[in-house]
Protein backbone atom coordinates (compact mmCIF):
# COMPACT_ATOMS: atom_id res chain seq x y z
CA UNK A 1 0.00 0.00 0.00
CA UNK A 2 0.89 3.09 -0.77
CA UNK A 3 1.96 5.42 2.01
CA UNK A 4 -0.66 8.46 1.06
CA UNK A 5 -3.16 5.16 1.07
CA UNK A 6 -1.54 4.25 4.52
CA UNK A 7 -2.31 7.45 5.84
CA UNK A 8 -5.47 7.93 4.40
CA UNK A 9 -6.86 4.51 5.63
CA UNK A 10 -9.45 4.46 8.56
CA UNK A 11 -11.09 2.10 9.80
CA UNK A 12 -14.22 1.18 11.64
CA UNK A 13 -12.69 0.54 14.81
CA UNK A 14 -12.47 4.78 15.30
CA UNK A 15 -8.51 4.13 13.90
CA UNK A 16 -6.16 5.84 11.98
CA UNK A 17 -2.98 4.47 10.56
CA UNK A 18 0.17 6.01 10.17
CA UNK A 19 3.52 5.36 9.53
CA UNK A 20 2.70 1.86 10.41
CA UNK A 21 1.02 2.90 14.09
CA UNK A 22 -2.44 3.06 14.86
CA UNK A 23 -4.06 6.09 16.33
CA UNK A 24 -7.52 6.67 17.71
CA UNK A 25 -9.52 8.69 14.60
CA UNK A 26 -10.59 11.51 17.28
CA UNK A 27 -6.76 12.02 18.66
CA UNK A 28 -6.60 15.21 16.47
CA UNK A 29 -9.06 17.16 14.76
CA UNK A 30 -10.28 20.46 13.68
CA UNK A 31 -13.69 21.59 15.54
CA UNK A 32 -16.96 21.86 13.43
CA UNK A 33 -17.34 25.67 12.75
CA UNK A 34 -20.26 27.04 11.21
CA UNK A 35 -19.94 28.86 7.48
CA UNK A 36 -16.06 28.19 8.00
CA UNK A 37 -15.97 24.44 7.97
CA UNK A 38 -17.17 24.27 5.01
CA UNK A 39 -16.37 21.49 2.02
CA UNK A 40 -13.43 24.17 0.69
CA UNK A 41 -12.28 25.18 4.02
CA UNK A 42 -11.82 21.39 4.59
CA UNK A 43 -10.32 20.52 1.51
CA UNK A 44 -7.38 23.08 2.06
CA UNK A 45 -6.75 22.04 5.84
CA UNK A 46 -6.38 18.45 4.29
CA UNK A 47 -3.48 19.68 2.26
CA UNK A 48 -1.82 20.50 5.36
CA UNK A 49 -2.60 17.31 7.23
CA UNK A 50 -3.57 13.76 6.18
CA UNK A 51 -3.81 12.29 9.91
CA UNK A 52 -6.45 15.54 11.63
CA UNK A 53 -10.11 14.32 11.37
CA UNK A 54 -11.62 17.09 9.50
CA UNK A 55 -15.48 18.07 10.68
CA UNK A 56 -18.16 19.64 8.78
CA UNK A 57 -19.99 22.00 10.00
CA UNK A 58 -23.19 21.10 11.92
CA UNK A 59 -25.76 20.03 9.27
CA UNK A 60 -29.53 19.97 10.74
CA UNK A 61 -31.24 17.12 9.75
CA UNK A 62 -34.16 19.12 8.25
CA UNK A 63 -31.61 20.71 5.66
CA UNK A 64 -30.72 17.16 4.87
CA UNK A 65 -34.40 15.60 4.76
CA UNK A 66 -36.39 18.61 3.24
CA UNK A 67 -33.36 21.19 1.85
CA UNK A 68 -33.38 21.71 -1.72
CA UNK A 69 -29.07 21.56 -1.68
CA UNK A 70 -26.86 18.37 -1.10
CA UNK A 71 -25.67 19.22 2.63
CA UNK A 72 -23.58 16.23 2.14
CA UNK A 73 -21.72 17.21 -0.48
CA UNK A 74 -17.82 16.50 0.05
CA UNK A 75 -14.69 15.40 -1.47
CA UNK A 76 -12.94 12.24 -0.97
CA UNK A 77 -9.98 13.85 -0.80
CA UNK A 78 -11.09 15.42 2.60
CA UNK A 79 -11.30 11.99 4.30
CA UNK A 80 -10.86 11.19 7.32
CA UNK A 81 -14.10 13.30 7.50
CA UNK A 82 -16.91 13.53 9.92
CA UNK A 83 -20.63 14.83 9.65
CA UNK A 84 -21.93 16.60 12.38
CA UNK A 85 -25.54 16.17 12.88
CA UNK A 86 -27.95 18.75 14.30
CA UNK A 87 -31.17 17.45 15.68
CA UNK A 88 -33.29 15.85 18.45
CA UNK A 89 -35.66 13.40 16.55
CA UNK A 90 -33.87 10.26 16.75
CA UNK A 91 -35.69 8.82 13.28
CA UNK A 92 -34.43 12.02 11.80
CA UNK A 93 -31.29 11.36 12.89
CA UNK A 94 -31.31 7.96 11.79
CA UNK A 95 -32.35 8.91 8.27
CA UNK A 96 -29.39 10.94 8.47
CA UNK A 97 -27.05 8.77 9.82
CA UNK A 98 -27.74 6.20 7.07
CA UNK A 99 -27.44 8.56 4.40
CA UNK A 100 -23.80 9.87 5.19
CA UNK A 101 -22.96 6.68 5.91
CA UNK A 102 -23.85 5.64 1.90
CA UNK A 103 -22.32 8.83 1.39
CA UNK A 104 -18.72 7.56 2.89
CA UNK A 105 -18.32 9.33 6.19
CA UNK A 106 -16.14 8.75 8.35
CA UNK A 107 -18.01 9.48 11.21
CA UNK A 108 -21.30 10.82 12.57
CA UNK A 109 -21.75 13.39 15.76
CA UNK A 110 -23.95 14.66 17.49
CA UNK A 111 -23.96 18.39 18.28
CA UNK A 112 -24.83 19.17 21.69
CA UNK A 113 -22.82 22.08 22.58
CA UNK A 114 -24.10 24.65 20.71
CA UNK A 115 -26.45 27.57 22.45
CA UNK A 116 -28.08 29.26 19.86
CA UNK A 117 -31.81 30.43 20.14
CA UNK A 118 -32.28 28.88 17.13
CA UNK A 119 -30.96 25.74 17.46
CA UNK A 120 -33.02 25.52 21.23
CA UNK A 121 -36.12 26.54 19.70
CA UNK A 122 -35.35 23.56 17.46
CA UNK A 123 -34.88 21.69 20.98
CA UNK A 124 -31.30 20.30 19.90
CA UNK A 125 -27.43 21.81 20.60
CA UNK A 126 -26.68 22.48 23.84
CA UNK A 127 -29.85 22.14 25.77
CA UNK A 128 -30.26 18.29 24.83
CA UNK A 129 -27.50 18.20 28.35
CA UNK A 130 -30.87 18.70 30.13
CA UNK A 131 -32.09 15.29 28.12
CA UNK A 132 -29.63 12.47 28.65
CA UNK A 133 -32.07 9.66 28.16
CA UNK A 134 -33.24 11.64 24.59
CA UNK A 135 -29.57 11.82 23.32
CA UNK A 136 -28.81 7.76 24.27
CA UNK A 137 -31.78 7.53 22.53
CA UNK A 138 -30.57 9.27 19.97
CA UNK A 139 -27.01 7.97 19.42
CA UNK A 140 -28.60 4.33 19.52
CA UNK A 141 -31.09 4.80 16.81
CA UNK A 142 -28.16 6.26 14.91
CA UNK A 143 -26.20 3.23 15.64
CA UNK A 144 -28.67 0.88 14.93
CA UNK A 145 -28.64 1.45 11.17
CA UNK A 146 -24.81 2.79 10.89
CA UNK A 147 -21.22 0.78 11.61
CA UNK A 148 -19.23 4.03 11.12
CA UNK A 149 -18.71 5.68 14.53
CA UNK A 150 -21.36 7.82 16.33
CA UNK A 151 -19.97 10.49 18.73
CA UNK A 152 -21.15 13.21 20.50
CA UNK A 153 -19.76 16.68 21.31
CA UNK A 154 -20.95 18.31 24.26
CA UNK A 155 -19.97 21.36 26.45
CA UNK A 156 -19.30 20.75 30.78
CA UNK A 157 -22.90 21.70 31.78
CA UNK A 158 -25.80 24.18 30.67
CA UNK A 159 -26.65 26.91 32.92
CA UNK A 160 -27.08 25.90 36.36
CA UNK A 161 -26.78 22.06 35.84
CA UNK A 162 -23.39 22.94 36.40
CA UNK A 163 -22.04 20.17 38.62
CA UNK A 164 -19.57 17.39 38.18
CA UNK A 165 -22.42 15.12 39.14
CA UNK A 166 -24.30 16.25 36.68
CA UNK A 167 -21.49 15.72 33.99
CA UNK A 168 -21.21 12.17 35.20
CA UNK A 169 -24.68 11.35 35.00
CA UNK A 170 -25.32 13.15 31.67
CA UNK A 171 -21.86 10.82 30.09
CA UNK A 172 -23.02 7.64 32.34
CA UNK A 173 -26.44 7.86 30.92
CA UNK A 174 -25.19 8.32 26.90
CA UNK A 175 -22.87 6.08 27.39
CA UNK A 176 -24.66 3.12 29.02
CA UNK A 177 -25.02 -0.22 27.19
CA UNK A 178 -22.11 0.22 24.77
CA UNK A 179 -24.39 3.12 23.50
CA UNK A 180 -21.58 5.64 22.84
CA UNK A 181 -18.03 5.71 23.32
CA UNK A 182 -16.68 8.60 22.56
CA UNK A 183 -17.24 12.11 23.61
CA UNK A 184 -15.62 15.21 22.68
CA UNK A 185 -16.12 17.83 25.60
CA UNK A 186 -15.61 21.60 25.30
CA UNK A 187 -14.19 22.28 28.37
CA UNK A 188 -16.49 25.39 29.69
CA UNK A 189 -20.63 25.55 30.07
CA UNK A 190 -23.53 26.92 28.37
CA UNK A 191 -25.59 29.61 29.37
CA UNK A 192 -29.01 29.13 27.53
CA UNK A 193 -29.95 33.08 27.90
CA UNK A 194 -28.17 36.22 28.04
CA UNK A 195 -25.07 34.82 26.20
CA UNK A 196 -24.70 34.88 22.87
CA UNK A 197 -23.07 32.02 21.07
CA UNK A 198 -19.85 34.12 20.62
CA UNK A 199 -20.02 34.99 24.34
CA UNK A 200 -20.32 31.29 24.87
CA UNK A 201 -17.01 30.63 23.64
CA UNK A 202 -15.23 33.34 25.64
CA UNK A 203 -17.28 34.10 28.85
CA UNK A 204 -18.05 31.08 30.59
CA UNK A 205 -13.99 29.82 32.14
CA UNK A 206 -12.61 26.47 30.82
CA UNK A 207 -12.34 23.48 33.26
CA UNK A 208 -9.65 21.61 31.53
CA UNK A 209 -9.01 19.92 34.98
CA UNK A 210 -13.04 19.07 35.55
CA UNK A 211 -12.57 17.07 31.59
CA UNK A 212 -9.31 15.38 32.93
CA UNK A 213 -11.14 14.24 35.81
CA UNK A 214 -14.11 13.02 33.67
CA UNK A 215 -11.48 10.86 31.41
CA UNK A 216 -10.25 9.39 34.09
CA UNK A 217 -13.75 8.61 36.05
CA UNK A 218 -14.98 6.90 32.42
CA UNK A 219 -11.34 5.22 31.54
CA UNK A 220 -13.06 2.52 29.24
CA UNK A 221 -14.70 6.12 26.96
CA UNK A 222 -12.29 7.49 24.34
CA UNK A 223 -12.70 11.28 25.24
CA UNK A 224 -11.16 14.91 23.55
CA UNK A 225 -10.82 18.01 24.89
CA UNK A 226 -11.86 21.09 22.85
CA UNK A 227 -11.93 24.60 24.13
CA UNK A 228 -8.97 27.55 24.56
CA UNK A 229 -5.75 25.17 22.25
CA UNK A 230 -3.45 27.34 20.24
CA UNK A 231 -0.71 25.29 20.03
CA UNK A 232 0.74 21.66 19.49
CA UNK A 233 2.51 22.14 22.51
CA UNK A 234 -0.45 22.58 24.44
CA UNK A 235 -2.63 19.78 22.23
CA UNK A 236 0.84 17.16 23.61
CA UNK A 237 -0.21 18.66 26.89
CA UNK A 238 -3.40 17.47 27.01
CA UNK A 239 -2.99 14.03 25.47
CA UNK A 240 -1.04 13.08 28.58
CA UNK A 241 -4.91 13.20 30.07
CA UNK A 242 -6.93 12.72 27.49
CA UNK A 243 -7.46 10.19 24.34
CA UNK A 244 -7.97 13.25 21.44
CA UNK A 245 -7.76 17.04 20.75
CA UNK A 246 -10.13 19.45 19.10
CA UNK A 247 -9.29 22.63 18.20
CA UNK A 248 -11.57 25.24 16.14
CA UNK A 249 -10.65 29.07 15.92
CA UNK A 250 -6.59 28.68 15.87
CA UNK A 251 -6.73 26.28 13.33
CA UNK A 252 -9.01 28.55 10.84
CA UNK A 253 -7.72 31.45 11.70
CA UNK A 254 -3.75 30.49 11.73
CA UNK A 255 -4.21 27.23 9.46
CA UNK A 256 -0.12 26.46 9.81
CA UNK A 257 -0.19 24.47 12.91
CA UNK A 258 -1.84 21.74 10.93
CA UNK A 259 1.01 21.75 8.67
CA UNK A 260 3.09 20.30 11.96
CA UNK A 261 0.07 17.92 13.56
CA UNK A 262 1.03 14.31 11.06
CA UNK A 263 4.98 14.85 12.21
CA UNK A 264 4.10 16.02 15.69
CA UNK A 265 1.31 14.13 16.91
CA UNK A 266 1.31 11.21 14.33
CA UNK A 267 4.88 11.02 14.53
CA UNK A 268 5.60 11.21 10.97
CA UNK A 269 8.71 12.19 9.97
CA UNK A 270 7.63 13.10 6.36
CA UNK A 271 4.89 15.21 6.59
CA UNK A 272 5.58 18.65 6.95
CA UNK A 273 3.66 20.53 4.73
CA UNK A 274 5.55 23.96 3.63
CA UNK A 275 2.44 27.01 3.26
CA UNK A 276 2.83 28.20 -0.17
CA UNK A 277 3.18 24.29 -1.45
CA UNK A 278 -0.20 23.99 0.10
CA UNK A 279 -1.28 26.94 -1.60
CA UNK A 280 -0.53 26.06 -4.90
CA UNK A 281 -1.62 22.20 -3.91
CA UNK A 282 -5.16 23.95 -4.15
CA UNK A 283 -4.79 25.04 -7.98
CA UNK A 284 -6.59 21.69 -9.85
CA UNK A 285 -9.43 21.69 -6.83
CA UNK A 286 -9.86 25.41 -7.23
CA UNK A 287 -10.02 24.98 -11.43
CA UNK A 288 -12.76 22.83 -11.16
CA UNK A 289 -14.67 24.58 -9.13
CA UNK A 290 -14.20 27.55 -11.35
CA UNK A 291 -15.65 25.43 -13.77
CA UNK A 292 -18.65 24.55 -11.99
CA UNK A 293 -19.24 28.27 -11.26
CA UNK A 294 -18.02 28.46 -7.42
CA UNK A 295 -16.42 31.85 -6.80
CA UNK A 296 -12.77 32.52 -6.46
CA UNK A 297 -13.50 34.15 -3.07
CA UNK A 298 -15.25 31.16 -1.43
CA UNK A 299 -12.52 28.80 -1.54
CA UNK A 300 -9.82 31.30 -0.65
CA UNK A 301 -12.02 33.00 2.21
CA UNK A 302 -10.58 30.42 4.20
CA UNK A 303 -6.48 30.49 3.06
CA UNK A 304 -6.48 34.17 4.21
CA UNK A 305 -4.62 33.25 7.76
CA UNK A 306 -2.19 30.47 6.27
CA UNK A 307 0.85 33.43 6.52
CA UNK A 308 0.07 34.50 10.02
CA UNK A 309 3.10 35.90 11.76
CA UNK A 310 5.16 35.88 7.74
CA UNK A 311 6.20 39.02 6.27
CA UNK A 312 3.73 39.78 3.68
CA UNK A 313 0.84 38.10 5.19
CA UNK A 314 -1.02 41.26 5.41
CA UNK A 315 -0.89 41.76 1.79
CA UNK A 316 -1.53 38.52 0.95
CA UNK A 317 -4.64 38.89 2.73
CA UNK A 318 -5.44 42.40 1.50
CA UNK A 319 -4.84 40.74 -1.88
CA UNK A 320 -7.13 38.02 -2.09
CA UNK A 321 -9.91 40.44 -0.09
CA UNK A 322 -9.38 42.78 -2.69
CA UNK A 323 -9.92 40.80 -5.71
CA UNK A 324 -10.83 37.21 -5.36
CA UNK A 325 -14.77 37.91 -5.18
CA UNK A 326 -14.56 39.89 -8.70
CA UNK A 327 -16.35 38.61 -11.50
CA UNK A 328 -14.03 36.22 -13.38
CA UNK A 329 -11.41 36.12 -10.95
CA UNK A 330 -9.00 32.96 -11.21
CA UNK A 331 -5.77 31.51 -10.23
CA UNK A 332 -3.94 34.68 -11.44
CA UNK A 333 -5.21 36.49 -8.19
CA UNK A 334 -3.34 34.05 -6.07
CA UNK A 335 -0.17 33.87 -7.81
CA UNK A 336 -0.02 37.69 -7.91
CA UNK A 337 -1.05 37.41 -3.90
CA UNK A 338 1.50 34.81 -3.31
CA UNK A 339 4.29 37.12 -4.47
CA UNK A 340 3.74 39.18 -1.03
CA UNK A 341 4.80 36.30 0.92
CA UNK A 342 7.64 35.01 -1.63
CA UNK A 343 9.41 37.72 -3.03
CA UNK A 344 11.29 39.29 -0.36
C1 LIG B 1 -17.58 30.42 13.80
C2 LIG B 1 -17.83 29.24 14.71
C3 LIG B 1 -18.85 28.35 14.40
C4 LIG B 1 -19.09 27.24 15.23
N1 LIG B 1 -20.02 26.32 14.85
C5 LIG B 1 -20.15 25.16 15.55
C6 LIG B 1 -20.95 24.07 15.08
O1 LIG B 1 -21.55 24.12 13.99
N2 LIG B 1 -21.04 22.96 15.86
C7 LIG B 1 -20.38 22.84 17.05
O2 LIG B 1 -20.47 21.81 17.73
N3 LIG B 1 -19.59 23.84 17.51
C8 LIG B 1 -19.44 24.96 16.78
N4 LIG B 1 -18.56 25.92 17.20
C9 LIG B 1 -17.79 25.69 18.43
C10 LIG B 1 -16.46 24.99 18.09
O3 LIG B 1 -16.68 23.72 17.53
C11 LIG B 1 -15.60 24.83 19.37
O4 LIG B 1 -16.29 24.01 20.27
C12 LIG B 1 -15.31 26.17 20.05
O5 LIG B 1 -14.93 27.16 19.12
C13 LIG B 1 -14.22 26.02 21.10
O6 LIG B 1 -13.01 25.57 20.54
P1 LIG B 1 -11.80 26.59 20.19
O7 LIG B 1 -11.54 27.39 21.44
O8 LIG B 1 -10.65 25.70 19.81
O9 LIG B 1 -12.28 27.48 19.08
C14 LIG B 1 -18.32 27.04 16.41
C15 LIG B 1 -17.30 27.95 16.69
C16 LIG B 1 -17.05 29.04 15.85
C17 LIG B 1 -15.92 29.98 16.19
Same mark, same amino acid.
Given at each position: MSETNLLNKTTKNHDVNSNSKTYN??????? *??? /??? !????RYFFRQL??????? =????? =????? @???? !?? #??????? @? *???LQLGGSDPQALAQCAKLAQERGYDEINLNVGCPSDRVQNGRFGACLMGEAQLVADCVKAMRDVVDIPVTVKTRIGIDELDSYAFLCDFIEKVSANNN? /? =???IHARKAWLSGLSPKENREVPPLDYPRVYQLKRDFPHLTMAINGGIKSLEEAKEHLKHMDGVMVGREA??? *??????? /??? #??DNQLAIADSVSAVRAMYPYIEKELLQGTYLGHVTRHMLGIFQGIPG??????? #?????????? !???? #???????? =??K
Open positions: LNRFSVA *PML /DWT !DRHCSKNTLLY =TEMVT =TGAII @HGKG !DY #LKYSEEE @H *PVSC /D =TFIYQN *PSILAHV /DHE #LFARQWRRH #LSENAHKQGA !DLSV #LENALKFV =TE
